[in-house]
């Protein structure tokens, strides 16, 4: 296959999905630069306990990345509103979750459309300090980074990645790599998009009213454990409701040793639709955390 013909995401597990047929409705929302495929597992958990759960692919991303330089915030939240309104007119109880930088797009939708529950996994709102000043000094030299220049495609997670992203590429062929190395590009007009609307959705975050579960990294070099504690506390989420995981950012990676467990969480916090009440596992975690906590 010729480098020029290869297409990033191209497979069906990145389209957008809708899982379930319950009476309830939960949105489920990606992150940067990810896929409907990141929350698939999340989704097939619910729907088996009785959610209908749509998964869209935001402007952008999947195949549309080419594309991700002409995109703005207002097109993330816009699109996530939209389906949001369409699946909150279908079930009797709703949840709406936000993974990463997903998590920064549910905090604007929850502010115009509050959902019954709102769950943030790894929720993005501020970047580690050096980013913010980096990326426009970055554009003022150019408007793109290459992400992939001194990629060794020898690597195993490198290759592991690309086979998900663009399973029919022959990384041994040398044609191919050049073809990655230009090609792939990070535009910083998006990512300077992602740093404002995360820094906006931590301003909106004290105004949602919504029931909110928090899960996060305890070693997580991209949303650190102290931000997050730190969007908890302005939103006045229950200590219970704020749950600390030993693990990094992918929590929600096919390989994460900790997908069960945010799956179980997850499941525990929506219940059964219009189920109300704290999830027993929930309070014993955060009861285990707070005493670790008291302890160091």
Do not use: C
């Not at 957008?16 to 698939?40: D, M």
């Not at 997908?259 to 189920?275: C, D, S, W």
């Not at 109300?276 to 707070?290: D, H, K, V, Y």
């Amino acid at each position: 296959m010729e480098p020029e013909s290869l297409q990033p995401y191209n497979t069906p597990e990145h389209r957008p999905f809708t899982l379930g047929e319950g009476t309830g409705a939960a949105l489920l929302i990606h992150g940067f630069p990810g896929t409907p495929a990141e929350v698939r597992p999340l989704a097939q958990a619910l729907s088996e306990r009785g959610w209908k759960v749509r998964a869209p692919l935001l402007p952008g991303f999947g195949t549309d990345i080419p594309n991700l330089n002409l995109r703005r915030r207002k097109d993330w939240i816009g699109a996530a509103a939209e389906e949001w309104l369409k699946l909150q007119a279908q079930g009797e109880s709703n949840l709406l979750v936000g993974y990463s930088m997903g998590a920064a797009v549910a905090l604007h939708v929850a502010k115009l459309q509050p959902p019954d529950k709102l769950a943030l996994i790894s929720p993005f709102w501020r970047a580690p300090s050096w980013i913010p000043w980096l990326v426009p000094l970055a554009r003022r030299f150019t408007p793109n980074l290459r992400l992939f220049n001194k990629a060794d495609f020898n690597d195993e997670r490198l290759r592991q990645m690309f086979a998900t992203i663009i399973p029919e590429a022959n990384l041994e062929d040398p044609e191919v790599q050049a073809f990655i190395r230009e090609r792939f590009i990070l535009p910083l007009a998006a990512m300077e998009e992602v740093l404002r609307m995360g820094r906006n959705g931590f301003r909106i975050a004290n105004r949602i009213r919504s029931t909110t579960l928090i899960i996060q990294g305890a070693h997580d070099p991209l949303v650190r454990a102290a931000d997050t504690k730190h969007l908890a506390r302005r939103m006045k989420i229950p200590q219970e409701n704020y749950i600390e995981l030993d693990a990094s950012h992918d929590l929600l990676a096919p390989d994460s040793p900790q997908l069960e467990q945010v799956k179980r969480l997850l499941i525990q916090f929506a219940g059964a639709p219009q189920e109300q009440g704290l999830p027993l596992e929930m309070a014993a975690m955060a009861e285990s955390q707070l005493a670790a906590e008291d302890q160091a």
